[in-house]
Every structure is written in C-alpha cells, then in structure tokens.
C-alpha cells in the first residue's frame, strides 16, 4: 500500500488521475469534487455570505499511517491541504516511520464523574466550554443568585439543551465580579465542533435566567469576546494522545539519526524558545492541523487553541530506541456542520472514514500531529531539513533560475 508517484511528472493530469484511481481503490470511494468537478454554488449557503467564488488550496495524500486507536484502528491515507511545499513529504515519512514501528497508540480519555442527578458533572475528555455573563440589578444581590443558580442548575440546563440535538449541559460554573456573573457552561456535543449550538443553547439558557430571575438580574450577555481565544483553564475539544515507540532500526536507516539526537534537539527546541516566550511545548503541530483542519471543513481558526498547549517528549531508551508522544488536551474537530456539509470536505472526511465520528478523527489528528514532530526532528538531527526545503520546497522555474546562484 503505497502512494503512486511520478519522478518525471508528478504534477500531470495523469499522474493525479493515477492517485485518484489508487485511492479510489484503496477506500472503496470516489472523489468527484477533489478532483476537479463543480458543485451547486447554493451548498455554500450558510457558511460564507457575499460569495464571489472560491480559493483552491492543493491537497496532497499523507501516509499511509498505522494507527492503534479507540475509534481509528488501522491503515489511513490522509489528505493535507497546503501550498508549502515539502509538508506533505514530510508528514508522509514521519508516517512511514510509525507504521513500521507497529503503528501508533493513541487514546482519547473520557474522565467524567456523574452526579446524582447526571446533570452536573466534570467531563474532561470531551468538552467545550462557552462563557455568557448575567448583569445583577445590584451588587449586593451576588449571594442571593449564587444561591438561586444551585437551586435551578438543571432547569437551566434542560431549557439550553432543548435548542440542540448534540449538545448537552454538563456544569455550570458562576464567576462573579461587582454586578456581574460570568457563567461557564461546560458542554458535550457529540459530533459537532459545537460553537454556533453552544451559542444557541446559552442564548436559551441566559432568556431563562431573565424570565425567573428577573428581580435579581437584569440584563445578559451572550458571549463574552472570541471563542478562538486561548484560555489555559478552559475547557475546549477533545483530549487526545498519541505515542509510538520506534526503534533504533528504523530511527537509523528511514531518518538516519539517533535517538539521544532527536531528544536532546527536542529539549533544546522547548527550552530555548520558552525563553522567548514560547508557550506551546512542541515543534510544529500547527502545521498538521491546519492543513487537515482546511482540507476536512474544520474551523482553521481553532489551530491556535487546539495546538497551543499541545506537548510533544521524546524519551530515548538505553537500547536505542525512542519513545515518541503528543498529547493535545483541545481538539476542537467535528463531523457534522459548517464546513464539513462541503462536497469537497465531505470526500476528505470520507477518505478517512470520518463521516459521522469526531472523536475518530481526533484520534487520526493526534497521529499526523505525531508524524510531523518526527518526521521534523529526524529531519533537523540528521541535518536534511535545509537540503529538503531547497528540494521539494520551491517550484521547477525557482530551482533551475538558481541553480548556478545564491537562492
């Protein structure tokens, strides 16, 4: 199973229609609109307003990619939008190296404790959070809401579920600050990434707390500034982990470095830029969600806060071998809604199976996430990042305008 290539023409109608067929045998789909066919533009409806047409970013094939998941188990080809060149190369031999590895593991926690009434509770594995704020006639009114919100947590909860099909109430945390309340509203939503029904639900929730509190409060707030801001004690998305443990074989003779290399480079990496003011400990996750995010009708704008704490260790063994992780707290993915209702998004979430399950495609996130920061430090380590980037990163007219010059 190995992505058809073309050392010669690699780029012609040809050789596409050759991948296309290929793929198309490999998953039992067709792909009409990746490649090329048009669409009603009135699908658009609801996703852009003041349409005047379209920005086409190439997608490439990644992989395949053995994976170990709860949902995701077993071979995937991964499609990758992006315009920089050497990426999906890159992604495509970190890939590599997992498969021969055995494949990744990857789990996707669930920690939840019920309450009594199973309305109020924690659930960490699998949320998103969405603040509105109440106004208080007056200040000295805190106490007496504080007490009224314990007293009708699930009445609240039951009028801000009534607005969606996925997303459900799980905690509802007050803030208070003079006159007003922040309310955290912590939510599962099943296959949806969850914004716009989480902004539904809470407008339902804060008209409730209007009409039956109204001599305590008096006005509210819907949503308090961005959702794409990053909050470091805020639950958003879906916990998610990766690991594989590679061995020396094939750390030597696919990336042609050592294990104690790409640990020390890794250590050196965070280090270094956490004195710059790095926050997000890792190398470039960004990189792989953004071009699956793109190509499989994610919002690119939550890269920033699924990436931003996302971890990445390296731990090398006596024998040589090198246990790799990333683990990302906030994935923020779904299957139904927004840009998934796209054609073209729709074959990229059917390429990998993803159709319906967003926790599945969490699970094959976290592993191209994995294959990048590999793929990355082999690459460093082995001082072959450079010379890759000058190959595969600049088009034939570039190469050959410098070739007897500097770039």
């Not at 996925?166 to 007003?180: D, K, Q, T």
């Not at 042609?256 to 250590?267: G, K, V």
């Not at 969490?362 to 190959?391: C, K, N, P």
Request: net charge neutral.
């Amino acid at each position: 199973m190995k992505i058809p290539r073309f050392t010669d023409a690699d780029y012609s109608r040809d050789a596409i229609t050759t991948r296309l067929h290929w793929l198309e045998d490999c998953t039992g789909r067709s792909f009409p609109h990746l490649s090329g066919k048009s669409y009603p533009t009135e699908l658009v409806n609801g996703t852009c307003e003041n349409l005047v047409g379209f920005v086409d970013i190439p997608v490439g094939l990644a992989g395949p990619v053995r994976i170990n998941g709860v949902r995701a188990q077993g071979n995937f080809v991964v499609p990758l939008a992006t315009t920089e060149g050497t990426l999906v190369a890159s992604f495509s031999r970190g890939m590599r190296v997992i498969t021969a590895s055995g494949g990744c593991n990857v789990t996707a926690p669930n920690n939840s404790n019920a309450s009594t009434d199973g309305t109020v509770y924690r659930f960490l594995g699998d949320a998103l959070t969405k603040v509105s704020a109440v106004v208080l006639r007056d200040a000295s009114l805190a106490m007496r809401f504080d007490a009224w919100l314990r007293s009708n947590t699930t009445a609240i909860a039951n009028a801000a579920n009534a607005t969606s099909r996925y997303a459900r109430v799980r905690e509802i945390s007050p803030l208070f600050h003079g006159e007003l309340v922040g309310l955290s509203f912590l939510y599962e939503t099943g296959q949806a990434m969850g914004l716009n029904m989480a902004t539904k639900a809470n407008e339902a929730a804060c008209q409730y707390i209007l009409a039956n509190a109204g001599d305590i409060v008096c006005d509210y707030y819907n949503t308090l500034g961005g959702d794409k801001r990053f909050v470091p004690n805020e639950a958003k998305g879906r916990y998610v982990e990766a690991s594989v443990l590679i061995p020396k074989e094939v750390i030597e003779n696919t990336m042609r470095t050592t294990a104690t290399r790409m640990s020390r480079f890794l250590r050196a990496c965070n280090a270094l830029l956490a004195q710059r003011g790095a926050t997000a400990p890792n190398i470039h996750v960004s990189n792989a969600l953004t071009a699956l995010f793109i190509a499989c009708g994610q919002d690119p704008a939550f890269v920033t806060v699924s990436f931003k704490n996302a971890c990445t260790t390296f731990e090398p063994r006596e024998n040589g071998d090198l246990l790799a992780s990333v683990t990302l707290p906030n994935m923020i993915v779904g299957t139904v809604g927004g840009g998934t209702r796209l054609p073209v998004q729709q074959e990229c979430l059917a390429m990998i199976n993803c159709e319906d399950d967003a926790r599945k495609l969490s699970e094959i996130a976290a592993s191209v996430a994995l294959a990048g920061e590999i793929s990355v430090a082999g690459a460093i380590t082995a001082r072959e990042f450079t010379r890759a980037h000058t190959t595969l990163g600049r088009s034939v007219s570039d190469r050959s305008t410098s070739a007897g010059g500097k770039a």
